[in-house]
């Protein structure tokens, strides 16, 4: 019986190679593809390189990535595995996107479902109040205040100065009381009528 073959020839770049350099292919005699892995890729890097260029998207280079890392096609940097939350039905096993980047695109959504605002006009309005919350006028302003019934949004604010509007109801009324307290000016309700109070002169 004569012995297997080790080798075989490349029918693209006619090199004789090992059979481990050749993709296996069940419906070959021999379970090898007939092209060696390398003319594959670079079949398959042409082929991709032209299709991306007929309708005008940019090509992706290929980057050299050291093992245990992974680049993110979103901010370009080349991380560690940890960096990149679980997918299993990624090739790799991870997101698209490292962590970082996802967290920047769900505050980004989260802005805009919510406030309908993207992140240059929160900018603006941030940088219109010179970064500063409108009410205390000394914590940077972080926090985007909107009306509860008509979703109209009026600023953005500190974390304490966006709580404290939000936990007194968003009641003009009751902000005004708060503010005649602070000025020693307190008074006690006269009840006049059920659930109607008499406010001082």
Not at 125 to 150: E, F, W
């Amino acid at each position: 019986m004569a012995d297997e073959p080790s080798t075989k020839e490349c029918r693209k770049c006619g090199r004789d190679l090992a059979l481990a350099a050749f993709a296996k292919d069940r419906n070959r005699r021999d379970g090898l593809q007939v092209h060696c892995r390398e003319c594959v890729a670079e079949y398959s890097a042409a082929h991709y390189r032209r299709r991306r260029e007929a309708i005008g998207r940019p090509v992706r280079e290929k980057v050299a990535v050291p093992a245990g890392h992974k680049l993110c096609r979103m901010c370009g940097e080349i991380k560690p595995h940890g960096e990149w939350h679980r997918n299993a039905t990624a090739s790799d096993g991870l997101s698209a996107r490292c962590k970082a980047c996802r967290a920047a695109e769900g505050r980004a959504h989260h802005l805009k479902r919510s406030y309908g605002l993207t992140e240059a006009e929160r900018d603006a309005m941030v940088g219109s109040q010179r970064g500063l919350c409108v009410i205390c006028l000394n914590a940077p302003a972080v926090h985007v205040d909107h009306c509860h019934k008509t979703g109209r949004v009026r600023g953005v604010l500190c974390f304490n100065c966006n709580s404290a509007i939000g936990k007194l109801g968003d009641d003009p009324d009751a902000v005004r009381r708060a503010a005649a307290y602070l000025e020693g000016n307190s008074w006690k309700p006269i009840l006049v009528a059920p659930g109607v109070y008499q406010l001082p002169s």
